[in-house]
């Protein structure tokens, strides 16, 4: 007969549970959001009291399989399996717990969606990349990445004549101009302790191109990490601004006239200790190889909205064509020179906006990679020239939602690692969102998008 456990140890709690719990008490949090990204890009989420936090932990909380079918205008397509009846659960992470220093009293987590009985869901988006983690494992490899977003800080001021609101820059300094650093000054040193809080180390901030335009990169992390990291900074660097009456968006364009903002995504390719990128075996070219081949469909995941392809543009460094070269940044992929003899080689993705999905995009990158490597493909010549310098030699990348809509559809790996629910779910959002974007002018688009994003 097996023995009975004893009641002390069926009472006593996780330890990750009763860690999470006294930090709540300690730092006085009421309030614990669990988040997750949707199709449409979106960061959504529900929130439990501390004191049912213990319970929620093991259980999550109960959500509609509906919003995985509703897009960022929040209009809910038809997609079969996510209508009015169904119910899965939003689990937290617990080891992502963190306190939001922009909302006090409140603390994050990232969370899967996972079906009644606990199992994986179909359309959990987080569950995509784990995947896509376990797939490349199987092979040998882990992958270090980080997203390098840009984002565009003003206020958000109605309009004269009732249009939409616009967003007024905080300033019109020059690239990387001293007095850019100080117009922003208050605002950044806010957004950096919120951020290193929250455990995501600063590496770099400057202002950028455009108007208002900032960009501030976080170190690297292991793939599952980085794009936890990307939701948390694209919420913190929203939340920061708005407890100082300002706006902050991440939209690709969210003006017409000015520089779009990226999220390039850095990658490096490890087996064990070594990064096979710094070595001669042919696992960087046959890496890229999967990305070039895969490019026209992974801009469907990467640059998820109708607004990135106003950004995704010749002669804009967001990497309009589908080629590679070292330090090129106007090729899509560009083979960085490592900083200094202990550096280590990555690679750069420039058609990469935070309008997207972080988990998809990062996933669906990791699936065209280890297809390059699996099959040993080969990326083509090496770019040191502007593309768009030479008419017609070089492929030119998707110029609207639906033309990479149309090339995710017939890039068959793609499609196969998402799925049938995802895929289906995915595609009729997208689709949704270019058709409503279709029937309204640039102005709508970009204020619905600098209001999500």
Known sequence: MRDRPSATKINQPDPNVR?????????????????YADHGGVIRGKAASRSRLAERLDTGIGHTVAMMAMNMLDQLQEVEHLGPVG??????????????????????????????????????????????????????????????????????????????????????SLCYANSGFDTAHDYTIKLIHALETQGLRVEHYHPELGAGQQELSVRHAPALRAADNHVLYRETVRGVAMRMSMWATLAPKPLPDQAGNGAHLHLSLWRDTRNVFAGGDGELECFIG?????????????????????????????????????????????????????GEPNLELKPSDSSA?????????????????????????????????????????????????????????????????????????KRSEAVAFSARDAAYECFQHMRVF
């Open 19 to 35: 860690r999470i719990l006294e930090r709540a008490e300690l730092e006085g949090i009421e309030l614990i959001r669990f988040l």
């Open 87 to 172: 119910e899965v659960r939003i689990v937290p992470d617990p080891s992502t717990y963190v306190p939001l220093p922009h909302a006090p009293g409140a603390a994050a987590m990232l969370s899967d969606l996972r079906a009644i009985d606990g199992s994986p869901w179909d359309a959990c988006p987080r569950t995509f990349l784990k995947d896509a983690i376990g797939a490349l494992a199987g092979d040998g490899y882990t992958l270090m990445a980080a997203f390098e977003p840009e984002f565009t800080l003003g206020r958000r001021l109605p309009d004269p004549s009732g249009g939409p609101d616009r967003l007024l820059p905080i300033d019109d």
């Open 290 to 342: 999967g990305l070039i081949a895969h490019l026209p469909a992974l801009t469907a995941l990467t640059c998820g909205s109708v607004n990135g392809f106003r950004r995704l543009s010749p002669r804009s460094w967001a990497g309009a064509y589908a080629v590679h070269g070292p330090d090129n940044r106007e090729a899509a992929i560009r083979i960085c020179s490592p900083l200094g003899e202990s």
């Open 357 to 429: 999905n972080p988990y998809l995009s990062l996933g669906a990158v990791i699936h065209a990679g280890l297809d390059g490597l699996r099959r040993k493909l080969d990326p083509g010549e090496a770019v040191g020239i502007d593309p768009d310098t030479r008419p017609g030699r070089y492929p030119r990348l998707p110029t609207s939602l639906d033309e990479a809509l149309d090339a995710l559809e017939a890039d068959e790996l793609l499609m196969e690692a998402l799925g049938p629910l995802r895929r289906s779910a995915y595609l009729a959002v």
